[in-house]
T-cell receptor, first 112, second 116 residues
Framework: KQEVTQIPAALSVPEGENLVLNCSFT??????LQWFRQDPGKGLTSLLL?????REQTSGRLNASLDKSSGRSTLYIAASQPGDSATYLC???????????FGQGTRLTINP | GAGVSQSPSNKVTEKGKDVELRCDPI?????LYWYRQSLGQGLEFLIY????????KSGLPSDRFSAERTGGSVSTLTIQRTQQEDSAVYLC??????????????FGPGTRLTVL
């Protein structure tokens, strides 16, 4: 059974810092990994999708890496801003199972 | 273009009543998913549709839960005889093809269900 873990559960940093969010998964037989952002009371916004054959994806100040063999992904946020404050979720799409399996999320607070 | 939409955005009901939640996926997306997000449980998969068929219902928590999809588009999740533990945010997602390496899922804003 696939299990996804995100560390830390919460993170608070001053504005302008670069930061890394971590995601690990137990079963490396995945099709892809997605990072999402969720604002309070809102749905999920897709940030980045990394295919199983890829090592990283970039979008603006965000960079996500994937090491499938070790079951790890990181989301790097450069030059953080207060508007980046949200909960960040990673999810893996398993081969042979038509569903995303989510981690518990990292609640990020960027202090002005 | 329009994203995934869900209605209602909020639903308050009494224990024992039936509720229907609706999802309109992105036009042209053949795959549709329902998830549930509750405190302490995180996001859990409920059911997956490919077209109008549901090859994976493994996440439905009990036989009080059912879902259908018509015309390869709109889906309805029905909860019968609601219980307080059904209180959660119900999220719908759609993707272009369903499965595979490049298939990104796009989520709706969710329906917050409160069972009194």
């Amino acid at each position: 059974k696939q299990e996804v873990t995100q560390i830390p559960a919460a993170l608070s940093v001053p504005e302008g810092e670069n930061l890394v969010l971590n995601c690990s998964f137990t079963d490396s037989a995945i099709y892809n990994l997605q990072w999402f952002r969720q604002d309070p009371g809102k749905g999920l916004t897709s940030l980045l999708l990394i295919q199983s054959s890829q090592r990283e994806q970039t979008s603006g100040r965000l960079n996500a890496s994937l090491d499938k063999s070790s079951g790890r992904s990181t989301l790097y946020i450069a030059a953080s801003q207060p508007g980046d404050s949200a909960t960040y979720l990673c999810a893996v799409f398993n081969q042979g199972a038509q569903k995303l399996v989510f981690g518990q999320g990292t609640r990020l607070t960027i202090n002005p | 273009g329009a994203g995934v939409s869900q209605s209602p955005s909020n639903k308050v009901t009494e224990k024992g009543k039936d509720v229907e939640l609706r999802c309109d996926p992105i036009s042209g997306h053949t795959a549709l998913y329902w998830y549930r997000q509750s405190l302490g449980q995180g996001l859990e998969f409920l059911i997956y549709f490919q077209g109008n068929s549901a090859p994976d219902k493994s996440g439905l928590p009990s036989d009080r839960f059912s879902a259908e999809r018509t015309g390869g588009s709109v889906s309805t999740l029905t909860i019968q005889r609601t219980q307080q533990e059904d209180s959660a945010v119900y999220l719908c997602a759609s993707s272009l093809a369903g499965g595979g390496a490049v298939d990104e899922q796009f989520f709706g804003p969710g329906t917050r269900l409160t069972v009194l």
